[in-house]
């Protein structure tokens, strides 16, 4: 996960984000809206949809988005995504999954298709590259809730298989399974989590060369611009230098 991360943050620097809130608050909405259409419209009965709704909270959301958001699963006028997972490898032979939500499955490969082959990339079948990665629960929190010792213990206690702490807060990591247990346990001690969801976790990161490295991000990037695309995992690390690049 070392360049998903990392990658989060140079955007974040960069403000990529508000500069683009609309197209995020719209792929926001459309987790919660198939969230709530798929389960129970009840945050509490309905871990998925909890979850959504944290993602969107985390992200500044109004609470009437999310709540017209969450009424549309009802109504007659949602739309019917399929979601579908592609995986392949970048540039510097790094493995990429994407998951996507889409209305037009034709439309979504092929896109996404011609992004991995521009950038010197290839899509590959699914299963090509997902047994490189583990799929678990993520509870993420922001630094300030605690030090990195006592978030560490709290994860332990509730169950969790790892912790991994930084500036930018802190990530626990556990089985897909004991997900909700774990966030209800560390919720109840440090409040509510900015996430809780299930992510694909590469086993190993694969160093690249700076020239790679580049190539990798600005192919995230282009995929994460895309309207169906919800989530991008990887498996390469970035030098510092690339990073300060990125960021300038």
Known sequence: MAGHSQFKNIMHRKGRVDAQRSKLFSKLAREITVSAKMGLPDPNMNPRLRAAILAARAENMPKDNIQRAINKASGGDAENYEEIRYEGYGPGGAA????AMTDNRNRTASDIRSYFTKSGGNLAETGAVSFMFDRVGL????????????????????????????????????????????????????????????????????????????????LMETLEDHDDVQNVFVNFEVSEAVMQKMAS
């Open 139 to 218: 509870v993420a929190f922001e630094s300030r809730v605690a030090d990195s010792d006592a978030m560490l213990e709290a994860a332990i206690e509730a169950g969790a298989d790892d912790v991994v702490s930084s500036e930018d807060g802190h990530e626990i990591y556990c089985e897909q399974s004991q997900l909700g247990e774990v966030t209800k346990a560390l919720e109840a001690r440090f409040g509510e989590p900015k996430a809780s969801k299930l992510v694909w976790r590469a086993q190993n990161t694969v160093p690249v060369d700076d020239d790679s490295a580049e190539k990798l991000l600005r």
């Open 96 to 99: 990429l999954i994407v998951e």
